[in-house]
Nanobody, 128 residues
Framework: QVRLVESGGGLAQVGDSLRLSCTAS????????IGWFRQAPGTERTFVAA????????YYSPSVKGRFTISRDNVENTAFLQMNSLRYEDTAVYYC?????????????????????WGQGTQVTVSS
């Protein structure tokens, strides 16, 4: 079992930066893969970024590539999402999710079904 707690959301202006954190507790094997997703009102939850345990592989949605950076600190059991050059359309609730190491994860890391555990979400609001 893994418990994930996000923090760092809030109100920002267009062009600002925010850094989200996701702290995991419980089974470390269950947090081998970390993903960030977001959900705006009335829309589905969509993939933002993902990272493997070693940090050797990072994946990004085209809409955030070049602006957002995912990273993790395995000593602190925390993953981060550095969000730069924020846009109005980045407004959403951001969720972190984790999954154990599965050989097929790289085939569907962008899908919510690839993750076993979810945090409660943190709101990010970008205003002009």
């Amino acid at each position: 079992q893994v418990r994930l707690v996000e923090s760092g959301g809030g109100l920002a202006q267009v062009g600002d930066s925010l850094r989200l954190s996701c702290t995991a507790s419980g089974s470390t094997s269950g947090s081998a893969r970390i993903g960030w997703f977001r959900q705006a009102p009335g829309t589905e939850r969509t993939f933002v970024a993902a990272i493997t345990r070693s940090g050797g592989r990072e994946y990004y949605s085209p809409s955030v590539k070049g602006r957002f950076t995912i990273s993790r600190d395995n000593v602190e059991n925390t993953a981060f999402l550095q969000m730069n050059s924020l846009r109005y359309e980045d407004t959403a609730v951001y969720y972190c999710a984790s999954a154990p190491a599965r050989s097929d994860w790289t085939g569907y890391y962008y899908d919510t079904s690839a993750y076993d555990y979810w945090g409660q979400g943190t709101q990010v609001t970008v205003s002009s």
